[in-house]
T-cell receptor, first 112, second 111 residues
Framework: EAQVTQNPRYLITVTGKKLTVTCSQN?????MSWYRQDPGLGLRQIYY???????DKGDVPEGYKVSRKEKRNFPLILESPSPNQTSLYFC???????????FGPGTRLTVT | DQQVKQNSPSLSVQEGRISILNCDYT??????FLWYKKYPAEGPTFLIS?????DKNEDGRFTVFLNKSAKHLSLHIVPSQPGDSAVYFC??????????FGTGTSLTVIP
């Protein structure tokens, strides 16, 4: 089954404790993105990647890092999480630019 | 500053009638336009897209209209069904990699 998986689905952590949210797709897509969804703000793009070792900033990259060492994986790293990063995070992938993106189920992160 | 706006947070429609969801954008460089549907506790799923060189695209009950001069797109669902009840997001971007999403419109189709 074609899918995008994210782990963990739920995470509660404390300010400053480094964390990684994993994202994996099994569709051999080159393009992947991370988004966060907040009430009243919709989805905002954090980072995107066009291929292995090729990443670029989206609309709200501050406080986040990403890496793309393998085509299927695109982890989101929060080196020092803060409460304003409490949000619902989605990973997405697509075969070609501009085409439909396949979204993961989401990771709800709470930073206290 | 929100580059893509959905000014109606919610919409209620009777089953069988037309649902019209609207979306406005500010950047004339946007060339890619898509609509997504989202159910609670799930990720968004793709619904329909439109190329900037077209003004209409149809897929079954769903039609998207694009008015580039007005920087406006709309999604028409005809006939609306209870299973269409969800949050709908429009997305637009200048390239195929960068996307700006609206804040969503929650559609309720009343049986």
């Amino acid at each position: 089954e074609a899918q995008v998986t994210q782990n963990p689905r739920y995470l509660i952590t404390v300010t400053g404790k480094k964390l990684t949210v994993t994202c994996s797709q099994n569709m051999n897509h080159e393009y992947m993105s991370w988004y966060r969804q907040d009430p009243g703000l919709g989805l905002r793009q954090i980072y995107y990647s066009m291929n292995v070792e090729v990443t670029d900033k989206g609309d709200v990259p501050e406080g986040y890092k990403v890496s793309r060492k393998e085509k299927r994986n695109f982890p989101l790293i929060l080196e020092s999480p803060s409460p304003n990063q409490t949000s619902l995070y989605f990973c997405a992938s697509t075969l070609v630019p501009g085409a439909e993106q396949y979204f993961g189920p989401g990771t709800r992160l709470t930073v206290t | 500053d929100q580059q893509v706006k959905q000014n109606s947070p919610s919409l209620s429609v009777q089953e069988g009638r037309i649902s019209i969801l609207n979306c406005d954008y500010t950047n004339s460089m946007f060339d890619y336009f898509l609509w997504y549907k989202k159910y609670p506790a799930e990720g968004p799923t793709f619904l329909i897209s439109i190329s900037s060189i077209k003004d209409k695209n149809e897929d079954g009950r769903f039609t998207v209209f694009l008015n580039k001069s007005a920087k406006h797109l709309s999604l028409h669902i005809v006939p609306s069904q209870p299973g269409d009840s969800a949050v709908y997001f429009c997305a637009a971007g200048p390239t195929g990699n960068q996307f700006y999403f609206g804040t969503g419109t929650s559609l309720t189709v009343i049986p």
